[in-house]
């Protein structure tokens, strides 16, 4: 784990757990798998608060432990997973856009709570949404259920493994850390449940002006004593299925710009039919045949068959290779080439930082070197037809750093430079890891700032905030407009631009580290792809 | 085979007579005579004053010295073997052996030009006496000295009434050893700018998607002609300097490039293929990183918390905010 991981992961665990598990964390992060007591010894922290600390890790997936040999269980935390926290936001904004309000809850709740049964989110959810519906309508349980099962069905949201049921349990002491399994059928099985019911809002007190709360506040307790019926089957988001469909939306979105909007339909046309059937890390997808396309195209779009397989066919033949042919059978088979599609963004957004940082005609030498593999100084000039000089000064530039890199070719064995080679070439994947490397220093910069930011005008938050809680309250008991008016100029005109600035700030940075978010989701996934191909 | 004549001279050891007489033998056998030659048809005459003859004629540079397989061979340099060489000579009878040798590897060198060291390696000569004979030469107007693009220190020299080559002047792109930066940037731009109308031409027209993507290419012919007749440029252009520019567009990202087989005779084809070049746009929008103030910082490597350059206080951050 780099420097700058670690940093990155100890500002996100305190900003959403606190600084004991923010301790703890980073401790495991930095010094790999250990033991309970090891932990609480070099932390400092007392074994209770460890052991809470690890339980909330755990319950979020951050932290995985094993039993070893003699009995000790040792925990290890996983920095990958912890950065995957950084891209919460964009799961959820998913999980709307795919299914409505009922879905981004349910991926919202899971989320937030690392693993919960199907009934607790459900009951949830349908509370958080009546809340916000008009009065007098509620959510029914059962439209969450349906959006439940379907993002079970589209493989969203998964079981978590569980304790396998022992037949002998009673063979011997049980072991200190029980190992969980979870079979490949039954990740996205949904149990039968009949839930009915609908959700209730939370009544604030001021509403409850009869003694309607206090007839309500019983039924509820009687409500949390039924046994909930799935009890010990929780569910957890997959988090690989939504990268699946974050790359398929790039690769979309690159063949919409490069071509037009048809073709891009096409392929995502064909994504959609592969997303079950091929694993996330394969190279290709599955053979689609023309014909299997042809039905399956969404029903909007009524383009002939003929039409279709011009279509495969330039998408096939285009420069860009992210559809190969591998086929004649069925009209033509298609395959879809995902490590040469997320070759192709990774090196794009290589690309696009030289051309940001350094200027377009950096940027025409980079692309350059890229095409040509290797080349000398004498060539570069020549091809690029920009100026020794300034050709020079760029490549210089670039070297420092680190985007492109020397190879020495000696023609005497006494490597004497004045008889050796300089070749200028870009290795892909060192660059792509110390961009990635960048981005995560990035990240943190921007959150540091954000804390910053916030700090600096707590005392104004605090004021504004005790500002509004004194107008609520006067509001609930009835006050006038002019003692309303009175309170609210408690907070001058010139602090009331402070707090916007303040907001506008918090979230530029905000959406600027989804943003960097973005750049770290394509470069991972081009390293992941290249070195499982080795 | 032409008649000898036969003179019997007298015994006379004129120097001059004798070598008007070989120069007669040489011009009677224009493929050369040997010693042996000479030998029967002045028998009186001793070796030595022989060789001094000759030796005068070579030296005077009237007479060629050949090796053939069946010994020395003397010939008569005519006036078109001679040429400039001639020429020189008559100018410059008292020179050196060491001036002509020069000379004439400059000759040799053609229209590329050598450098001076080269000149030395070849000659054996010093390097003061090969530029006492280079400022020589130079003086009279019979070699020149050019510059060369690629280093520009460094002069090659070449026959005076000689054109330089390209690859030492740099052709189109180069005026006067300087790089013309603007004039290449202008021809990307208009190459640019019509590859993108007629691929925008394709696309607007609707028909169906293979019509469309051919009619957006355009070959390197038909580019070439569109530049030519624009007439921005007055040096002439040929189609493969239109390809080099075409290829700086691809290096831009702005243009791909696809190569397909041609019928020989079809305009513009060449060996049997055609390139053709498409206006295309860029697969993905600025990455995520370059909008955020880190990705762009100078002094990134500097930046941590606490140190004089850190988030709390950047100055860029700050700028970013207010924008």
């Given at each position: 784990?780099?420097?700058?991981?670690?940093?990155?992961?100890?500002?996100?665990?305190?900003?959403?757990?606190?600084?004991?598990?923010?301790?703890?964390?980073?401790?495991?992060?930095?010094?790999?798998?250990?033991?309970?007591?090891?932990?609480?010894?070099?932390?400092?922290?007392?074994?209770?608060?460890?052991?809470?600390?690890?339980?909330?890790?755990?319950q979020?997936?951050?932290?995985?432990?094993?039993?070893?040999?003699?009995?000790?269980?040792?925990?290890?935390?996983q920095?990958?997973?912890?950065l995957?926290?950084?891209?919460?936001?964009?799961?959820?904004?998913?999980a709307?856009?795919?299914?409505?309000?009922?879905?981004?809850?349910?991926?919202?709740?899971?989320?937030?709570?690392?693993?919960?049964?199907?009934?607790?989110v459900?009951?949830?959810?349908?509370?958080?949404?009546?809340?916000?519906?008009?009065?007098?309508?509620?959510?029914?349980?059962a439209?969450?259920?349906?959006?439940?099962?379907?993002?079970?069905?589209?493989?969203?949201?998964?079981?978590?493994?569980?304790?396998?049921?022992?037949?002998?349990?009673?063979?011997?002491?049980?072991?200190?850390?029980?190992?969980?399994?979870?079979?490949?059928?039954?990740?996205?099985?949904?149990?039968?449940?009949?839930?009915?019911?609908?959700?209730?809002?939370?009544?604030?007190?001021?509403?409850?002006?009869?003694?309607?709360?206090?007839?309500?506040?019983?039924?509820?307790?009687?409500?949390?004593?039924?046994?909930?019926?799935?009890?010990?089957?929780y569910?957890q988001?997959?988090?690989?299925?939504?990268?699946?469909?974050?790359?398929?939306?790039?690769?979309?979105?690159?063949?919409?710009?490069r071509?037009?909007?048809?073709?891009?339909?096409?392929?995502?046309?064909m994504?959609?039919?592969?997303?079950?059937?091929?694993?996330?890390?394969?190279?290709?997808?599955?053979?689609?045949?023309?014909?299997?396309?042809?039905?399956?195209?969404?029903?909007?779009?009524?383009?002939?068959?003929?039409?279709?397989d011009?279509?495969?066919?330039?998408?096939?033949?285009?420069?860009l290779?992210?559809?190969?042919?591998?086929?004649?059978?069925?009209?033509?088979?298609?395959?879809?080439?995902?490590?040469?599609?997320?070759?192709?963004?990774?090196?794009?957004?290589?690309e696009?930082?030289?051309?940001?940082?350094?200027?377009?005609?950096?940027?025409?030498?980079?692309?350059?070197?890229?095409?040509?593999?290797?080349?000398?100084?004498?060539?570069?000039?020549?091809?690029?037809?920009?100026?020794?000089?300034e050709?020079?000064?760029?490549?210089?530039?670039?070297?420092?750093?680190?985007?492109?890199?020397?190879?020495?070719?000696?023609?005497?064995?006494d490597?004497?430079?004045?008889r050796?080679?300089?070749?200028?070439?870009?290795?892909?994947?060192?660059?792509?890891?110390?961009?990635?490397?960048r981005?995560y220093?990035?990240?943190?910069?921007?959150?540091?700032?954000?804390?910053?930011e916030?700090?600096?005008?707590?005392?104004?938050?605090?004021?504004?905030?005790?500002?509004?809680?004194?107008i609520?309250?006067?509001?609930?008991?009835?006050?006038?407009?002019?003692?309303?008016?009175?309170?609210?100029?408690?907070?001058?005109?010139?602090?009331?631009?402070?707090?916007?600035?303040?907001k506008?700030?918090?979230?530029?940075?905000?959406?600027?580290?989804?943003?960097?978010?973005?750049?770290?989701?394509?470069?991972?996934?081009y390293?992941e792809?290249?070195?499982?191909?080795? | 085979?032409?008649?000898?004549?036969?003179?019997?001279?007298?015994?006379?050891?004129?120097?001059?007579?004798?070598?008007?007489?070989?120069?007669?033998?040489?011009?009677?056998?224009?493929?050369?005579?040997?010693?042996?030659?000479?030998?029967?048809?002045?028998?009186?005459?001793?070796?030595?004053?022989?060789?001094?003859?000759?030796?005068?004629?070579?030296?005077?540079?009237?007479?060629?010295?050949l090796?053939?397989?069946?010994?020395?061979?003397?010939?008569?340099?005519?006036?078109q073997?001679?040429?400039?060489?001639s020429?020189?000579?008559?100018?410059?009878?008292?020179?050196?052996?060491?001036?002509?040798?020069?000379?004439?590897?400059?000759?040799?060198?053609?229209?590329?030009?050598?450098?001076?060291?080269?000149?030395?390696?070849?000659?054996?000569?010093?390097?003061?006496?090969?530029?006492k004979?280079?400022?020589?030469?130079?003086?009279?107007?019979?070699?020149?000295?050019?510059?060369?693009v690629?280093?520009?220190?460094?002069?090659?020299?070449?026959?005076?009434?000689?054109?330089?080559?390209?690859?030492?002047?740099?052709?189109?792109?180069?005026?006067?050893?300087?790089?013309?930066?603007?004039?290449?940037?202008?021809?990307?731009?208009?190459?640019?700018?019509?590859?993108?109308?007629?691929?925008?031409?394709?696309?607007e027209?609707?028909?169906?998607?293979?019509?469309?993507?051919?009619?957006?290419f355009a070959?390197?012919?038909?580019?070439?002609?569109?530049?030519?007749?624009?007439?921005?440029?007055?040096?002439?252009?040929?189609?493969?300097d239109?390809?080099?520019?075409?290829?700086?567009?691809?290096?831009?990202?702005?243009?791909?490039?696809?190569?397909?087989?041609?019928?020989?005779?079809?305009?513009?084809?060449?060996?049997?293929?055609?390139?053709?070049?498409?206006?295309?746009?860029?697969?993905?929008?600025?990455?995520?990183?370059?909008?955020?103030?880190?990705?762009l910082?100078?002094?990134?490597?500097?930046?941590?918390?606490?140190?004089?350059?850190?988030?709390s206080?950047?100055i860029?951050?700050?700028?970013?905010?207010?924008?």
């Open positions: 784990m780099t420097q700058a991981e670690i940093k990155l992961c100890s500002l996100l665990l305190q900003e959403h757990f606190g600084e004991i598990v923010e301790k703890i964390g980073v401790h495991l992060i930095r010094t790999g798998s250990q033991p309970l007591r090891v932990i609480a010894h070099d932390t400092g922290t007392s074994l209770d608060q460890v052991k809470k600390a690890l339980c909330v890790l755990i979020h997936n951050l932290v995985i432990y094993q039993v070893h040999k003699r009995g000790v269980v040792e925990y290890e935390a920095c990958s997973r912890v995957r926290m950084l891209r919460y936001p964009r799961y959820i904004y998913t709307k856009t795919l299914y409505s309000d009922t879905g981004e809850l349910i991926v919202e709740e899971l989320l937030l709570n690392g693993k919960m049964t199907m009934s607790a459900v009951k949830k959810v349908a509370d958080r949404l009546t809340e916000t519906m008009e009065d007098g309508k509620t959510m029914d349980y439209e969450v259920s349906n959006t439940f099962v379907r993002l079970a069905d589209t493989h969203f949201v998964q079981r978590c493994p569980l304790v396998p049921a022992t037949e002998n349990s009673d063979s011997g002491p049980p072991p200190p850390a029980p190992t969980l399994v979870i079979s490949e059928k039954d990740m996205y099985l949904v149990p039968k449940l009949s839930l009915i019911g609908k959700g209730k809002r939370r009544r604030s007190s001021e509403e409850d002006a009869t003694g309607e709360p206090k007839a309500k506040r019983p039924k509820h307790t009687a409500d949390n004593k039924e046994p909930i019926p799935d009890d010990g089957i569910w988001a997959d988090l690989d299925r939504f990268h699946q469909h974050f790359r398929d939306q790039a690769i979309v979105s690159a063949v919409a710009n071509m037009d909007q048809t073709s891009s339909e096409i392929v995502r046309t994504l959609r039919m592969s997303e079950i059937t091929t694993s996330s890390s394969a190279p290709f997808t599955q053979p689609l045949s023309s014909n299997e396309i042809f039905r399956s195209l969404p029903v909007g779009y009524n383009i002939s068959k003929q039409v279709l011009q279509y495969l066919t330039l998408l096939a033949d285009d420069p290779e992210f559809v190969g042919k591998s086929g004649d059978s069925g009209g033509g088979m298609y395959v879809i080439n995902l490590h040469k599609a997320l070759g192709s963004l990774a090196t794009a957004t290589l696009s930082v030289v051309q940001e940082r350094f200027g377009s005609r950096c940027a025409r030498i980079f692309r350059l070197v890229l095409q040509k593999k290797h080349l000398e100084q004498k060539q570069v000039e020549d091809f690029a037809m920009i100026p020794a000089k050709a020079k000064d760029m490549l210089y530039k670039m070297l420092s750093e680190n985007f492109i890199s020397l190879q020495e070719i000696p023609k005497t064995p490597h004497a430079p004045s050796t080679f300089y070749l200028y070439t870009v290795n892909i994947l060192s660059a792509a890891r110390m961009l990635l490397h981005c220093k990035s990240i943190a910069n921007l959150i540091e700032r954000r804390q910053f916030t700090k600096e005008n707590k005392r104004l938050l605090e004021k504004s905030q005790r500002v509004e809680a004194i609520a309250s006067m509001q609930a008991t009835g006050a006038e407009e002019a003692q309303l008016q009175e309170i609210e100029e408690m907070i001058t005109a010139p602090e009331r631009q402070q707090l916007e600035t303040l506008r700030n918090v979230n530029k940075l905000d959406a600027s580290e989804i943003q960097v978010d973005e750049t770290i989701f394509l470069l991972e996934s390293i792809s290249t070195m499982k191909r080795q | 085979m032409a008649e000898v004549k036969v003179k019997v001279q007298p015994p006379d050891a004129d120097p001059v007579e004798i070598e008007n007489r070989i120069i007669e033998l040489c011009q009677q056998f224009p493929h050369g005579i040997t010693d042996q030659v000479i030998q029967n048809e002045m028998p009186h005459i001793e070796a030595q004053q022989r060789a001094v003859a000759i030796n005068r004629l070579l030296s005077m540079g009237q007479l060629d010295l090796r053939s397989n069946t010994g020395l061979l003397y010939r008569i340099k005519d006036s073997n001679a040429g400039p060489v020429f020189f000579l008559s100018k410059m009878k008292g020179s050196d052996n060491q001036e002509k040798l020069v000379y004439q590897i400059i000759e040799d060198a053609g229209n590329k030009g050598i450098w001076s060291r080269d000149i030395r390696y070849k000659s054996n000569l010093p390097l003061t006496e090969i530029n004979i280079l400022k020589n030469l130079e003086s009279k107007k019979l070699i020149k000295a050019v510059k060369s690629a280093a520009s220190k460094k002069k090659v020299y070449m026959l005076y009434n000689l054109q330089p080559d390209r690859s030492v002047t740099g052709g189109a792109w180069y005026s006067d050893q300087d790089f013309e930066s603007e004039f290449v940037e202008v021809l990307n731009q208009q190459c640019f700018k019509f590859l993108q109308t007629k691929a925008e031409t394709a696309r027209s609707k028909q169906n998607p293979m019509i469309q993507r051919n009619s957006s070959s390197s012919h038909e580019v070439w002609k569109y530049i030519c007749e624009l007439g921005i440029s007055k040096v002439e252009l040929s189609m493969e239109i390809e080099t520019i075409l290829n700086t567009l691809i290096y831009d990202g702005k243009v791909e490039m696809t190569i397909i087989a041609a019928k020989e005779g079809t305009v513009g084809s060449v060996d049997g293929h055609m390139k053709l070049y498409r206006a295309v746009n860029p697969i993905i929008p600025p990455t995520g990183l370059v909008r955020a103030p880190c990705g910082c100078p002094v990134f490597d500097d930046c941590h918390e606490g140190g004089e350059i850190s988030p206080n950047c860029y951050m700050t700028e970013w905010l207010e924008f």
